[in-house]
């Protein structure tokens, strides 16, 4: 797949109660009280499988993400009706369902709110997701991205 361009697709000014049709977008939020509820083996391949489903995303797109065991982050395109208030929640609500129905309990996964930051025009999104994918590394999780399974990028498929 090829990289996306930043600067075609995103506007320069940004509200987050706004539609942000093309917007890209540097998103991450943690789990309920940084817990580590990722380092459960079945429940981060819960979580994985979510952020893939269809239903999630409708028209909007994520470009890549990668979850820790206390956080995810991701690097979405907005489309459509989606602002990212909704599409995060929605992405949230669908992983935690998928994460409690794995763990056998119900309650809330993640922290409300999230980090959110607007990629500019001028920067390169394929350095935002080597950055993001990185994560696992710069924390210590594992030597090289390819030993870590909990994270994914568009430019793969």
Same mark, same amino acid.
């Given at each position: 797949?090829d990289?996306?361009?930043?600067a075609?697709?995103?506007?320069?000014?940004?509200?987050?109660?706004a539609?942000?049709?093309?917007r890209?977008?540097r998103?991450?939020?943690?789990?309920?009280?940084?817990?580590?509820?990722?380092?459960d083996?079945t429940l981060a391949?819960?979580?994985?499988?979510?952020?893939g489903?269809t239903? &999630?995303?409708?028209?909007s797109?994520?470009?890549?993400?990668a979850?820790?065991?206390?956080r995810?982050?991701?690097l979405?395109?907005?489309?459509?009706?989606?602002?990212?208030?909704?599409?995060?929640? +929605?992405?949230?609500? &669908?992983?935690a369902?998928?994460?409690?129905?794995?763990?056998?309990?119900?309650g809330?996964?993640?922290?409300r709110?999230?980090?959110?930051?607007?990629? +500019?025009?001028?920067?390169?999104?394929?350095?935002?997701?080597?950055?993001? &994918?990185?994560?696992?590394?710069?924390?210590?999780l594992? +030597?090289?991205?390819?030993?870590?399974p909990?994270w994914d990028?568009?430019w793969?498929?």
């Amino acid at each position: 797949m090829d990289t996306p361009s930043c600067a075609a697709n995103v506007k320069p000014d940004r509200r987050c109660d706004a539609l942000g049709e093309g917007r890209i977008y540097r998103v991450d939020f943690a789990t309920l009280d940084h817990a580590r509820t990722f380092a459960d083996w079945t429940l981060a391949c819960a979580a994985a499988r979510a952020f893939g489903e269809t239903r &999630v995303w409708r028209t909007s797109q994520l470009l890549c993400w990668a979850l820790l065991p206390d956080r995810w982050h991701g690097l979405v395109r907005l489309a459509g009706l989606d602002s990212l208030p909704i599409l995060v929640a +929605r992405l949230k609500a &669908v992983a935690a369902g998928s994460v409690n129905l794995a763990a056998g309990r119900s309650g809330a996964v993640w922290a409300r709110g999230c980090h959110e930051r607007a990629v +500019r025009p001028d920067e390169d999104c394929a350095a935002i997701a080597r950055e993001i &994918v990185r994560e696992p590394v710069r924390v210590g999780l594992c +030597r090289r991205v390819g030993e870590y399974p909990f994270w994914d990028a568009s430019w793969l498929a």
